[in-house]
Structures are given as structure tokens and as C-alpha cells.
């Protein structure tokens, strides 16, 4: 049986994840590897969570733990989440707020929600790999999101219109993006969501690095800009996705959702239909653990990134060869490095791979595809030392493949 002949037709454009694609290859232990966007298991807080876990399954709290429960998620989280997000100038209540399995989910749903078939999605130029994919079974059209673009909203939407459909939202992440590492200004925030309201499309924050900063000031988020402006969530546009990923632990995916009111009503009745609930038992650790040590641990992670960080910048500077740039983080992640317009990203992994260094070509980050001479870099995963052997090794392989 030909099963591919009866699959729908949004499953064309499903593809593999690259970066999941690339990890399977890097099981050697001499690779130095810049490809992950993942944290340091090292720092994961293991014995909280284990106390955590013990708490779980003791006997006041087994029942609710191994239960079912309710799909919005386990209250007692959803209060912690209700009172970290006003500590960022959003004031919400509990049903605001919707726990889903990793904020990946929360794309996923929120793609399911708004797109129809030909509609446009606003996006960076690059963009995470991981919004493209979740958006892409819903078979969009996908538009640049420039912050003071030049290009009028009505331009916009009949773009969108000759495309087949409407533009739907923007998505975003305006803390140390995925894959850029760039933060928005506050006037650039402003301006998006001056956008939004000229289209009077949803805006959709992706804030899975918000609390991963480790120098200059915090600004506040398109959510809270937006609450300064209307003074209350549910008259927002903005749609807020976070995550325990980067801060806790990716593995029990635990992610959540900070909307208008009827924007969280509309996911729940998603949520039912794929899984019914995010894990309780995990909703109950990450609870116990953030209410522990939350704003201690992400402080120690700030100071170990915070140097990894700086040296990566530094061995950039010392040891690519001209023709080379890339951005300058203040948290997150990520670098971003622009190769000579000459190079692509994917042939110079292939030799990269050679010299046991690796890293993410840029092209996937695109929504088009078409920039083909940029790489992301991961400084999270490796020590200072590792960081300036790798880096050492990368500008070895792009002088010899510059001057071939």
C-alpha cells in the first residue's frame, strides 16, 4: 500500500527539522559542536528536581500527579506563572494563561488557529526554524516582519490578498532571537505592534529567551507594551508564548501561554483534541522547582552563558579572517555569522565536519530558503576553552575554503 497517496495535501509541507537532523550526526565525542540550542545539562537543577519528583509521587500528591486534570494546567504553576509575568509588567489571571508541552506546542496551535490555507504569516528574515515548521501543515504564505520597514500596511495586506488569503499574525521573538541573537529596540516593538493594529492582526511573542540576559538593560515585552497602552490583557492583541526549556529543564517540556482571554479558550479546545493536558506530574515538579530556586538558578545560568558568550565574540574576533561578520549578543543563545556572499553554509559544514566542528547552516532559518552564505553558532553547550578551539578550528576551514 502506498500510504503517501492518501496523506494530506498539508503534509507536503511538512519537513524535517535540520537541526534535528544534524544532532543524529554528532554522537562522536571529538566534535566540537555549535549546532545544539540547547542548554547544559551540568547546570540543570537536578537535586530540586528530584526533591521535586519525591514531592510528586508522595502520598498526599500521587493522586493528582499520575491523574488526569484539567486541560488549562495545574493551578498552582499557573499562579507562580500569573505572578512572574507581572514581575515583567503583564498582569494577568490564571485563566489567562494556558501550560502547554513546550512553547513549540503553543506555535503549533496557534498556527492551527489562525491559518488558513494561503493566508500570510508575518515573520523575521531569518526566523526560527521551529515556528516555520509548525506553521507550514497549515499551509501559509510567509511575508518579511521588518521593524520600520518602509513598505505600507496596505502594501502588506494586498500582498497578501493577491497570495489567496489575509494576513493573519506576526510572529516573533524580540529577546536574543533564534537565530540571530538581536534584540528589538523598545521603538521597534512599538512599531510592530503599531503594524499589528493598522492590519488588526494577533501578534505573536515568542519570549524563550527573556530571561536569558546577561548584559545591558531589560526591555519590556510587546505584551507589556501593549497592557502600558490599553490597560488590560484582554484587550491585547499579543499572544505571549514562554518557556522552562531554556531556564529549568527542556526535557519534561513545560511551556506556557499568556493571552486574551478567548485566544485561551479557543487553545484549550485545541489542547483537548491533541492531548488533553500537559503532563501533571511534570507541571507539579517544574512548579515545585520554580517556586525553589528559579530566580537564583537563572542567575548562575546568566553568569556561566554570560562568559561563554563573551567568549565566543572574543575568539571570533581573533581568529576569523576578513570577509566574515556576525552579531553581538546581549543574552540568549546564539551568534549569527555572515559568510562571503561566495560560501554556503551547508558545503562549508561538509568541511567543517571534517575538521570535528560543527554548526547549523542559515538557509533553513529562511522562510524562501535563498540566503544560503550564514550559519548559527551555539555557545551554550561548551566551556570557554572548547569555545576558542572550535572557533579556531571553524576560521581554519573558511580561510582554506575562501581561498580554494
Known amino acids: 500500500m502506498n500510504h503517501t497517496d492518501l496523506f494530506a495535501h498539508r503534509a507536503q509541507g511538512m519537513k524535517a527539522s535540520e537541526i534535528r537532523e544534524l ?35 508522595s502520598e498526599a500528591t500521587a493522586g493528582t500527579a499520575l491523574q488526569y486534570a ?43 488557529l489562525y491559518l488558513d490555507k494561503n493566508d500570510t504569516a508575518l515573520v523575521e528574515w531569518p526566523t526560527y526554524l521551529g515556528a516555520l515548521g509548525a506553521f507550514n501543515a497549515y499551509e501559509p504564505k510567509f511575508d518579511r516582519l521588518n521593524a520600520g520597514e518602509n513598505r505600507t500596511e496596505i502594501e502588506i495586506a494586498d500582498d497578501a490578498k493577491s497570495q489567496g488569503g489575509r494576513v493573519k499574525f506576526s ?14 529596540t523598545r521603538t521597534e516593538r512599538l512599531s510592530v505592534l503599531t503594524q499589528a493594529e493598522a492590519l488588526d492582526i494577533a501578534v505573536i511573542e515568542d519570549g524563550a529567551y527573556q530571561s536569558l540576559r546577561y548584559m545591558g538593560e531589560d526591555i519590556p515585552s510587546i505584551l507589556a507594551l ?25 526535557g519534561l517540556r513545560v511551556g506556557w501561554v499568556v493571552a486574551a482571554k478567548p485566544v485561551i479558550a479557543q487553545m484549550v479546545l485545541l489542547k483537548q483534541a491533541a492531548d488533553l493536558q500537559t503532563a501533571t506530574i511534570n507541571q507539579i515538579a517544574v512548579n515545585h522547582v520554580a517556586r525553589a530556586v528559579f530566580d537564583p538558578h537563572v542567575a548562575g545560568l546568566r553568569k556561566v552563558y554570560g562568559a561563554r558568550l563573551n567568549a565566543m565574540l572574543s575568539a571570533l574576533k581573533t581568529h576569523m579572517p576578513q570577509g566574515v561578520t556576525w552579531t553581538s549578543p546581549e543574552g540568549g543563545m546564539f551568534v549569527w555569522v555572515t559568510l562571503p556572499t561566495s560560501m554556503s553554509g551547508k558545503d562549508l559544514l561538509e568541511k ?42 571553524l576560521a581554519n576551514v573558511i580561510r582554506a575554503t575562501s581561498t580554494a
Open 23 to 57: 544532532l543524529k550526526l554528532l554522537d562522536q565525542p571529538d566534535i566540537i559542536s555549535f549546532a545544539g540550542g540547547i542548554p547544559d545539562p551540568a547546570y540543570f537543577p537536578r537535586d530540586a528536581f528530584a526533591e521535586a519528583m519525591q514531592f510528586a509521587l
Open 171 to 184: 510572529y516573533l521573538s524580540p529577546d536574543f532571537a533564534n537565530p540571530t541573537g538581536k534584540t528589538l
Open 70 to 112: 484539567a486541560s488549562e494546567g495545574y493551578v498552582p504553576l499557573r499562579a507562580w506563572i500569573a505572578d512572574h509575568m507581572a514581575k515583567l509588567g503583564v498582569i494577568c489571571e490564571i485563566d489567562n494563561i494556558l501550560i502547554t508541552a513546550g512553547s513549540q506546542q503553543a506555535l503549533d496551535y496557534l498556527g492551527k
Open 352 to 393: 567543517a565536519l571534517m575538521q570535528k566542528v560543527a554548526f547549523v547552516p542559515g538557509a533553513a532559518f529562511y522562510a524562501d530558503g535563498a540566503t544560503t552564505n550564514t550559519i548559527r553558532l551555539n555557545f551554550s553547550m561548551s566551556d570557554e576553552g572548547v569555545i576558542d578551539k572550535g572557533i579556531a578550528r
Open 226 to 250: 501593549e497592557m502600558a497602552e490599553k490597560g488590560e490583557i484582554n484587550a491585547c492583541r499579543t499572544i505571549y508564548c514562554g518557556s522552562f526549556s531554556k531556564t529549568l529543564a527542556p
